[in-house]
């Protein structure tokens, strides 16, 4: 009796997930590197935690409906119900709470991927990477201010010029929730949709302040509700915090100056400004914006967003604030805090539109090729003293002897150089070497194959003794 065919199982991503080919693979981790780089030269300490929370860790007072919603959880062994983090923060307050040994301020970074229940769309996805910094511990605006500079500082070093670190402080808003005679309980609400401001713009955001608006898709968003009274005087502070005309601290005290809350807000902020010039952080990359809210309920103080401005659609992509009150769900005393986050797939994407990063499809920056199978320990030998030089190698290990079809194996990945040898090479001493890229930029120069083939640079035979050299040189130099 003839096997039953097994059924083939049909090659697909979940909703929401996504893969990551090689070649942005490598240029996501070439960008962390050079922010874990900028990290590290300010003294923050490498931190991984668990994947998996427990349930009521993650479902905090402090999150609205809409995040909770967001959250990937299940029961898991033993009844337990749990949760993939949502973000860090939550996790680093755990372990804060849970290791009263540690020295304050600890100053720790953490990358990773978070996952959540999000609506998939462009750019969007239920399961991504950040990378976040974060000093507990103190209430000292210098902290503040290391996490403006760590942002400008990345940024720098990411071979970016054009953009910008905002700033505010929640305490103005509380302030202003205050001067509206908004409750206690509607202030989260108020200060959720504000968080809109840049995105929906000034029209949207007045309207789900009040009865509510529809989308550009065509659904309803329901509104907070204020009375016309309280709207107007959100209104005035949305005009004094979006005019580009003079101070806006000076602004916005002559309207909120009485309330105790926004006046510490608006001195916080000057103090601010004053450490990041102290600092020689570069003026032209920070400012104050008063419309910065960011939309968790947990900023209790200062918060952030960078803006790329070449990129204006991105939205932000590193952004944070002050959270002085999250370990104490899990210590029952406050312990200050403040923090920031990337958006790694975001960033990626940006870098990659601005040509800040180079998408190669190899790690190898010489191929080895094979063309005497009998010979197979010399090419060995080279391979060995490639890599022993610190060269990232390769050698060809496919099934074809075919040279033709090993230098287009090299070219389709992008390796910069191929090395040939033969028994005839081998006994001479010699090797020939084949500068790839040269190749690829020449044919696309011309389509003349025996122009190409007389190309200076494109291929060159040389002693053995003299290979490490020549491609260091190369390499260098491309």
Do not use: C
């Amino acid at each position: 009796m003839a096997k039953k065919k097994k059924d083939k199982v049909k090659p697909q991503l979940l909703k929401g997930f996504r893969d990551y080919p090689p070649a942005e693979q490598i240029a996501r981790e070439e960008m962390i590197g050079r922010v874990r780089e900028v990290f590290e030269l300010m003294g923050f300490l490498p931190l991984q935690t668990a994947s998996l929370e427990f349930a009521e860790a993650l479902l905090g007072p402090h999150y609205s409906q809409d995040s909770l919603n967001e959250l990937f959880g299940f029961q898991g062994p033993d009844k337990v119900e749990m949760a993939l983090r949502y973000e860090f923060t939550l996790s680093l307050a755990r372990y804060v709470a849970s290791n009263p040994e540690l020295a304050l301020p600890f100053r720790r970074y953490q990358y990773g991927n978070v996952w959540r229940v999000d609506k998939p769309g462009p750019g969007r996805f239920r399961e991504f990477m950040q990378f976040d910094i974060d000093i507990v511990g103190t209430q000292n605006l210098l902290a503040d201010s290391e996490i403006i500079a760590a942002m400008v500082t990345t940024f720098e070093h990411l071979n970016i010029s054009n953009f910008k670190v905002r700033y505010s402080n929640r305490k103005i808003l509380n302030g202003l929730i205050e001067y509206a005679g908004i409750s206690a309980e509607t202030g989260p609400d108020v200060m959720r949709v504000i968080d809109k401001l840049e995105k929906q713009g000034r029209e949207a955001v007045i309207r789900e302040l009040g009865p509510g608006r529809v989308d550009q898709s065509g659904d309803k968003i329901p509104g907070v509700g204020l009375p016309a009274k309280q709207i107007d005087q959100i209104e005035q502070f949305l005009e004094i915090a979006m005019s580009k005309d003079g101070d806006p601290l000076e602004r916005a005290e002559k309207l909120l100056g009485n309330i105790e809350e926004s006046e510490t807000g608006l001195q916080e902020l000057r103090k601010i400004h004053d450490i990041l010039n102290a600092m020689s952080i570069d003026r032209s990359k920070t400012e104050v914006d008063l419309t910065i809210v960011r939309g968790l309920g947990y900023y209790t103080g200062p918060v952030f967003e960078t803006s790329l401005l070449d990129l204006p659609d991105y939205g932000s992509v590193f952004s944070g604030g002050r959270y002085d009150n999250l370990v104490d769900r899990f210590l029952g005393r406050s312990v200050p805090a403040v923090g920031s986050s990337i958006g790694i797939d975001r960033l990626l994407a940006a870098l990659i539109e601005l040509k800040a990063l180079d998408l190669k499809d190899s790690t190898s920056q010489v191929l080895v090729t094979v063309m005497d199978r009998e010979r197979l320990a010399d090419y060995l030998k080279i391979l060995h003293d490639l890599r022993e030089a610190g060269i990232p190698s390769e050698i060809y290990s496919g099934d074809t002897k075919n040279l033709t079809k090993q230098i287009k194996y090299g070219d389709k990945v992008g390796i910069p150089f191929a090395v040939i040898a033969g028994s005839d090479e081998f006994d001479s001493g010699k090797v020939t070497v084949k500068n790839l890229e040269a190749g690829r930029i020449k044919a696309q120069q011309t389509q003349d194959r025996e122009e190409w083939l007389k190309a200076e640079e494109i291929q060159e035979t040389i002693q053995m003794s003299e290979l490490i050299t020549y491609l260091k040189k190369h390499l260098e130099r491309d």
